[in-house]
């Protein structure tokens, strides 16, 4: 039983998850995706034309409903691979890639057409994209090359990622990546757990909660920044515009039905930004740790200060997120994440400084590390932080955003990367800097 076990785990493939980081090599790839896309959008019209159509009688009606048939038999691809292998210009992988590519589109038309969410029409490949196939990818440190034709190749940097990176590119570590003019989509096989199973152990992430960005810590991530800037424009825009109807029409029939109306977009836009930040955070960690704040209880006399706390999306976002916890915010921002030392006046500065260890370190990281701690039940402790925090924090580590589009796209883009604020250790100094940008 136990030899069957083990032959069992090899063969059947673990969870994959897909990450996006953005290129520069459009230039070098745009010849390849044009041939792709014309190539798999003529497999398509070939397959199409296979399709015959079966007449079913709706049970209880006298209509009948068609439903479709093509070939996907062995003969009938080999032949149009040997059909579209004349003449190609790349490598003999890409037409196997997009040959596979045209049967997968047919099947999820085929399979959309019978629930009734597709008409009668052959589906066409409209974007730009190629699927590489696993024989011309090679992952050389933190690049990954890939072959267009026999001889000539693309390198894509892969060192600003956000994601740890298998060693390899099998079936255990880098699936086949998608290439666009402007991004890779990387998918990776998430390794199985110690007990065996294909389930890995729950990854944790602290989140700090501000009025423009949430700051995510990790040891095995490191810092991650999500830009909530757009968040906040639909509150503040429409704030605006709500304002001025009251001004103009005030107390009206007329007045009500538009600020009802300025209400309910600026609830359907603000809800579809929340939902794009907390699947971003749900592929980040399956446990996500964020501060238990009160809104209500951080007013002040200030009214600009009370719109800004009152327009706050974290408790949404934080119950959109599957595994969300709750962690007491009390001293994360003003405690000194190394050694726990308290700033009782940090005189609203972005950069928190200590003066019993002399660390120096983003306000927002320190929180979020503060808040890691706290969440895991550790204590602050000089040792423990050099040896597990400072490493997830010197290089390569990035900030993130995401953007969805429409739910029928082939590809999605689920972030974009740049780069972020870092501090390293100065062992001369024995203090922590901020490194170059």
């Known amino acids: 039983m136990a030899g069957d076990a083990a032959i069992r785990l090899e063969v059947e493939p673990g969870p994959i998850r897909t990450y996006t980081l953005k290129h520069d090599r459009g230039d070098e790839v745009l010849p390849l995706l044009i041939a792709y896309r014309k190539v798999l959008d003529s497999m398509l019209d070939d397959i199409w034309g296979t399709v015959t159509w079966k007449a079913v009688k709706i049970p209880g009606k006298k209509q009948f409903r068609l439903f479709p048939r093509y070939r996907k038999d062995k003969a009938f691809r080999k032949s149009l691979r040997d059909k579209y292998l004349e003449g190609w210009a790349f490598a003999a992988h890409w037409v196997d890639s997009a040959l596979a590519t045209a049967f997968s589109i047919m099947k999820s038309w085929r399979k959309n057409y019978n629930k009734g969410y597709r008409k009668r029409r052959r589906p066409v490949a409209r974007r730009l994209f190629a699927r590489a196939p696993q024989d011309v ?14 001889g000539k190749f693309v390198w894509f940097d892969l060192s600003r990622r956000y994601f740890p990176l298998p060693k390899e590119v099998s079936s255990r570590g880098i699936g086949e990546p998608v290439i666009t003019p402007e991004r890779i989509h990387i998918p990776i096989h998430v390794p199985p757990g110690r007990d065996g199973t294909t389930k890995p152990p729950a990854r944790k992430m602290a989140w700090d909660s501000n009025l423009l ?3 995510g810590y990790s040891p095995e991530t490191g810092w991650v920044r999500i830009d909530t800037r757009a968040l906040a424009t639909v509150h503040i ?20 039905r538009v600020l009802a109306k300025y209400s309910r977009r600026e609830r359907n836009s603000a809800r579809k930004h929340v939902i794009e930040i ?18 209500r209880r951080m007013l002040r006399r200030s009214r600009a200060w009370n719109r800004m706390i009152m327009r706050a999306d974290w408790r949404s976002i934080a119950k959109r997120v599957e595994g969300a916890v709750e962690v007491p915010p009390q001293h994360t921002s003003d405690a000194c994440s190394r050694c726990g030392w308290v700033n009782r006046d940090l005189r609203g500065s972005t950069v928190f ?13 320190n929180a979020a590390i503060n808040l890691y701690l706290r969440m895991e039940g550790v204590p602050h ?12 924090l ?4 990035l900030l993130t955003g995401a953007e969805r589009r429409g739910p029928d796209e082939l590809v999605r883009g689920l972030y974009d990367a740049v780069k972020p604020k870092l501090y390293a250790y100065d062992r001369h100094t024995d203090a922590y800097l901020r490194a170059p940008t």
């Open 394 to 397: 010197v290089g390569g580590y």
């Open 137 to 150: 990818c090679k992952l050389e440190g933190d690049k990954l090359r890939v072959t267009l034709e026999p």
């Open 237 to 256: 825009s429409s704030f605006e515009k709500r304002r001025s109807v009251q001004r103009k029409l005030k107390g009206s029939r007329r007045g009500r």
């Open 278 to 295: 907390a699947r971003v955070i749900g592929s980040l960690a399956e446990v996500n740790g964020f501060e238990e704040l009160r809104p």
């Open 213 to 215: 960005s949430l700051d």
């Open 381 to 392: 402790r000089r040792e423990r932080w050099d040896e597990n925090v400072l490493p997830s």
């Open 353 to 365: 400084r200590c003066e019993r260890c002399g660390l120096t370190i983003d306000r927002q990281l």
